[in-house]
T-cell receptor, first 109, second 114 residues
């Protein structure tokens, strides 16, 4: 079983739609959680950190459920420019980042 | 400010040849990471350095792969001899400190081994 698992998608949604991605992790000792965004043929970039209390950054909301060991990302009012692959990332304490294989989002007009 | 710089951006080589990938981290960052990305396996950490010292190389696939960081501003990843299954995108990333939170990735090197 992979340490971080994501639905690969693709998620095809119209502009203005709300879309949510989930990610599960297997190591209960994991301490930090992130979402990275990767555009086609580009490098990954940090989108946002995920905090236990949940956090919001504009149209993006991230949630963490430690009991069920999953992380979610909600995107409201989708834009064409949101089309990308979203990588769920987990960091065990003082250890390396573990990347999921990503969920591909395609927003169409 | 310059981000992480990688060279070459693209490399096509024949099986058995030596390949050297280069990385210049962001100035002031003291952790450097080498990743490999493929469709099947996603993004995998190969090795990371802190203050130029290799900390974890458990992701290095086999003895054909080696990495060095002779100083704070330069690192290399070498594959010798290369094989077709090494074809992938290789990313270098750097970060402040050892907590490995925000990592800044370079543009990657696309390697094709024929």
């Amino acid at each position: 079983r992979k340490e971080v698992e994501q639905d690969p998608g693709p998620f095809n949604v119209p502009e203005g739609a709300t879309v949510a991605f989930n990610c599960t992790y297997s190591n209960s000792a994991s301490q930090s959680f992130f979402w990275y965004r990767q555009d086609c043929r580009k490098e990954p970039k940090l989108l946002m950190s995920v905090y236990s209390s949940g956090n919001e950054d504009g149209r993006f909301t991230a949630q963490l459920n430690r009991a069920s060991q999953y992380i979610s990302l909600l995107i409201r009012d989708s834009k064409l420019s949101d089309s990308a692959t979203y990588l769920c990332v987990v960091n065990r304490f003082a250890d390396k980042l573990i990347f999921g294989t990503g969920t591909r989002l395609q927003v169409f007009p | 400010d310059a981000g992480v710089i990688q060279s070459p951006r693209h490399e096509v080589t024949e099986m058995g040849q030596e390949v050297t990938l280069r990385c210049k981290p962001i100035s002031g960052h003291n952790s450097l990471f080498w990743y490999r990305q493929t469709m099947m396996r996603g993004l995998e950490l190969l090795i990371y350095f802190n203050n130029n010292v290799p900390i974890d190389d458990s992701g290095m696939p086999e003895d054909r792969f080696s990495a060095k960081m002779p100083n704070a501003s330069f690192s290399t990843l070498k594959i010798q001899p290369s094989e077709p299954r090494d074809s992938a995108v290789y990313f270098c990333a750097s970060s402040l400190g050892q907590t490995q939170e925000t990592q800044y990735f370079g543009p990657g090197t696309r390697l094709l081994v024929l």
